[in-house]
């Protein structure tokens, strides 16, 4: 009993601490409403519906900010998000016994650009990122197709957070 009657004040004095000294979340934004359109990203893949799930995936993370809304149209919009899928490759990690790849990789190269819509400037803009992501194959076809899948939705994830995270450090440059 007596160490729980130390450890509540040590542990309230810690959270007045660190309210006071300041401290916020980087990644959420509480500032002036903003509305973001994002345009359909461009797919120069062979991967159907991809752009799709990129634009859903990143509506799901600006969802998180309060402040921030997704349009599909440019009109009352303050910043444009635009992209492009340049290229995925579904290169082999490892092979088993009849040489038969057992891992392989999931490598999606893309870029995108991040603009204030009044006045031009530019927030974020990658030319030429590249996400890559590993997965097991299996012996059955359906197997193999599902964790291509899983590694494409996780690159998909990745990348909508890191967008987000860095609108988030760019937004209050403004």
């Known amino acids: 009993m007596k160490t729980f009657k130390r450890i509540v004040p040590l542990f309230i004095s810690t959270i007045l601490l660190l309210a006071s000294c300041g401290y916020h979340n980087p990644y959420v934004y509480s500032g002036p409403a903003k509305t973001i359109y994002i345009t359909e990203w461009k797919n120069r893949t062979s991967e159907l519906s991809l752009d799709s799930k990129i634009y859903r995936s990143l ?88 964790s291509e899948k899983d590694a494409m939705d996780t690159i998909i994830d990745q990348l909508s957070q890191k967008i987000y995270q860095r609108t988030l450090v760019e937004i209050p440059k403004l």
């Open 59 to 146: 509506a799901r993370w600006y969802q998180k900010a309060g402040s921030l809304h997704v349009s599909k149209n440019k009109a009352g919009a303050d910043l444009i998000l635009a992209g492009e899928i340049v290229s995925i490759s579904l290169p082999s990690l490892g092979y088993g016994a009849n040489r038969e790849s057992v891992q392989n990789r999931v490598r999606m190269r893309v870029r995108y650009i991040l603009k204030d819509i009044a006045s031009g400037k530019v927030l974020i803009e990658e030319t030429n990122e590249m996400w890559d992501e590993p997965y097991l194959t299996s012996s059955g076809v359906f197997g193999s197709s599902e």
